[in-house]
């Protein structure tokens, strides 16, 4: 465990720093545009270029070097923070700027998540999967306990410039911790021996998954959630700022809500080390993220909205840990690479299919509908409001009734309920 521990030490502290850079940047083009179209196009050109190198990056991932990956990964996203701290300090930041680099740094980031996740089989034993993806959830969970705050209190007195260069320094001590170590390559076997023709290569992945039921099934019911979830999280960022008039510091609470649930999710799963059967925990907790949810749309105060962002995130570390525990038990690791790759992809498109129209809907129709006199305000105004956020709020519950349905599918599909017994 003693290598994982430190290359995961070092994530920490550098996702510490992007935490509080992707913060001020949702904050920045808020002020910016007042769009939930624009905070979606964010992510969507984050995306889509890591779609478009996703099954390659599996194929590169299981011939190369694992740890050159992560370093160069680091180090991309290194440079575009810096190419951001650099036209923020001349004044010349514009929306465009921040699709070109974040779809530079997509592309090299999913190399590097890909690399990292095909590594954890080959530094742990089996039966730490689960408490090792728990530690992989607080990556993104134990930032946000204090990131949030931090970026929320620096972005008015410092600006993006203060915090990206924050940012610099952290992914200074994340890639330094990686060659310090020396991290395992797959061995090679029968599966990857021959030299496959390039279009066998790039469609590995899809035909492994294809080949066996159960996981395709477990594969299709992910993309579902996937794709309620993320169309969604457009509407959680911007329901909270539309009702708060843009306020970073009760964004950044809010965050910091999330960060410490997930740390006590994640910490109490480490110690567990999850349900017997991984399925049941990513079904139960695919209910109780939709439930907490549906009650967070519902409100309109930071006394609805924290207490529901604690339950939902406290759920979400058994949710993604159950899940990575069945893809890393169901795939050889000389094979990881290419199937987590094809994995990546799918959840991919429907993420980003999901992002790219949540902005417009939220935009151009709720948002709309749910002003006085709007075609939806009737039915649904007593409930939401009729201001400022009431339609992203609706729209925000219809998603997260989604998850709920997920969770019901699953439980009531045999194929997908007995995965852990194939």
């Known amino acids: 465990m003693r290598t994982f521990i430190t290359v995961w030490l070092g994530q920490l502290v550098s996702t510490f720093g992007s935490r509080m850079t992707n913060f001020a940047l949702i904050v920045w083009t808020w002020e910016v545009t007042g769009s939930a179209t624009a905070l979606g196009l964010v992510t969507v050109f984050t995306q889509l270029p890591s779609l478009a190198v996703a099954l390659f990056a599996g194929a590169i991932i299981d011939r190369s070097d694992r740890k050159v990956a992560i370093i160069v990964g680091d180090s991309i996203a290194a440079l575009s923070t ?51 993806s728990s530690m992989k959830s607080m990556l993104h969970y134990a930032p946000n306990i204090l990131a949030p705050a931090f970026a929320g209190a620096l972005y008015p007195i410092t600006g993006l410039v203060g915090i990206a260069a924050i940012d610099l320094l952290t992914f200074a001590v994340g890639v330094s911790t990686v060659l310090l ?56 960022r911007s329901t909270i700022l539309a009702r708060t008039n843009g306020n970073s510091e009760v964004f950044g ?41 549906t009650l967070f749309a519902l409100g309109q105060s930071l006394s609805i909205w924290i207490p529901m962002q604690l339950l939902s995130s406290l759920n979400f570390p058994l949710l993604t840990s159950s899940s990575t525990a069945i893809w890393l038990e169901k795939t050889p690791p000389e094979v990881q690479g290419r199937v987590f790759a094809a994995q990546s992809f799918g959840i991919g498109v429907v993420s980003t299919l ?69």
């Open 253 to 293: 609470m809010v965050s910091a809500a999330a960060g410490i649930a997930g740390i006590i999710g994640a910490v109490a799963l480490t110690g567990w080390g999850g349900p017997k059967r991984r399925i049941q925990g990513f079904l139960g907790s695919a209910i109780a993220v939709g439930v907490s949810k």
């Open 181 to 236: 170590v020396k991290i395992p390559q797959p061995p090679r076997s029968e599966l990857t021996s021959n030299q496959p023709k390039l279009w066998q290569e790039l469609t590995f992945g899809c035909r492994y998954i294809l080949a066996r039921s159960s996981l395709l099934g477990f594969f299709a019911l992910e993309l579902l959630f996937w794709f309620a979830h993320d169309l969604g999280a457009v509407m959680h």
């Open 82 to 132: 810096l190419t951001i701290l650099l036209l923020a300090a001349v004044g010349q930041l514009q929306l465009w700027h921040l699709f070109v680099i974040n779809g530079i740094n997509g592309i090299f980031g999913e190399i590097q998540q890909l690399a990292y996740s095909a590594s954890v089989s080959l530094m742990v034993p089996k039966q730490h999967y689960v408490r090792v």
């Open 354 to 422: 999901a992002i790219a129209i949540a902005g417009p809907l939220a935009d151009w129709f709720f948002e709309p509908a749910m002003q006085p006199g709007g075609a939806l305000a009737p039915w649904f105004g007593r409930i939401f409001g009729t201001g400022p956020g009431s339609g992203m709020a609706l729209l925000y519950a219809v998603a997260s009734l989604g998850l709920i349905l997920v969770g019901i599918l699953g439980y009531s599909w045999p194929l997908v309920r007995q995965i852990d017994q194939e």
